[in-house]
């Protein structure tokens, strides 16, 4: 009786094991997907007021990369047992959906992560780190509780720190009018499509905000447009981050990407 009821239960478990594998690339590709939907609303759900920001990172390292993670090892599994030929029963296409959804899921933290470390932790980036342009108008935006950096520039460390990394971050000149560079430097705004909280042409200043489109992340930028003693026009720009410590690099991407703006708009006046 013993020796029967344990060949039964052999054969259950046998069966039921069966039946675990047989559904493996379906079960790598539902954890690959969780894993995606739960990374896709990690921006909307800090953004909706859910939870905090820094929730959404816990989630990242604790949740979403561990499950990504899983259901890419899952779905490598499947590819090799339901090879074209390898095995009778379908399953290979929802493998190979996994592996790429598994993929995703647990790759792009992971690449935020390598991003993270390969850049200098600041979130304050400047062309003149001596004298940094000032916010104005954004001055009490910025002031407020909700937002933990304020209008204070770093100093010294920061700027060593800048310098080391984006040494390319400098002060321009150009041979032209004020008036000129500061009406290119306005359209290269608007090219940008930032919203513009401030444009003074005769104090030579633009202020303006810039939202991530992922986590809506708020960071803000001055531009300063003065005559330059030895001649021409000297342009400089502040970007910096609202929150955060690290901004990922997006500000000296974004600086960069506004200078060339700029040059492209007074390339044929120089």
Known sequence: MATGYSYGARRRHQSGARMILS??????????????????????????????????????????????GLGFLVSLVAVVMFWPGKSAEPGFGWAVMGLALGLAAAGIPLNQYRIVFSVPFIHDITTDTENPPAFVALRDVRMQPMYENGVDYGGPEIA????????????????????????AALAAARASRWEIAASEPSEGRIEVTDTTLWYGFKDDVVVRIADDPAGGTRLDVRSVSRVGKSDLGVNARRIRAFLGKVKGNLAGKV
Do not use: E, M, N
Request: glycine fraction near 12%; hydrophobic fraction near 50%; charge should be positive.
């Open 23 to 68: 559904k493996l690339p379906q079960i790598g590709f539902g954890l690959g997907a969780v894993a995606l939907l739960w990374l896709i609303l990690c921006g909307p759900g800090w953004q909706a007021g859910l939870w905090h920001f820094r929730t959404s990172f816990l989630f990242l390292r604790w949740g979403i990369v561990p499950l990504g």
């Open 160 to 183: 060593a720190q800048q310098k080391q990394a984006y040494p390319d971050i400098q002060t321009v000149h150009f041979p032209l009018p004020k008036d000129i560079v500061f009406g």
